[in-house]
């Protein structure tokens, strides 16, 4: 509990944040997100990125079909499954 970047938005700043990008213009605008061929930590860190500017500019995120992850699921001779 003692991280708040992991909790519930905190305080009255948070929970009524507004981007000033989210409503310029009406049309509907996307951003995709196409992970790098690194390791694990190296694609979450992307991701988090990716979520936060979506949000602050109002961005629908479109994300990739499922692939595998380097070394994640890696067996005795290390190689992707």
């Known amino acids: 509990n003692n991280l708040a970047y992991w909790n519930d938005p905190q305080g009255f700043r948070d929970v009524n944040f ?3 990008f989210a409503n310029m213009g009406n049309s509907t605008k996307y951003i995709s997100f196409e992970p790098d061929r690194g ?3 190296n ?5 988090e990125i990716i979520f936060n500017f979506a949000v602050a500019t ?3 995120l479109v994300l990739p079909p499922d692939q595998p992850i380097y070394l994640l699921k890696a067996g ?5 499954r």
């Open 18 to 20: 507004q981007s000033p």
């Open 39 to 41: 390791g694990w930590n």
């Open 43 to 47: 694609i979450r860190m992307s991701m």
């Open 58 to 60: 109002g961005r629908t």
């Open 76 to 80: 005795k001779d290390k190689k992707e």
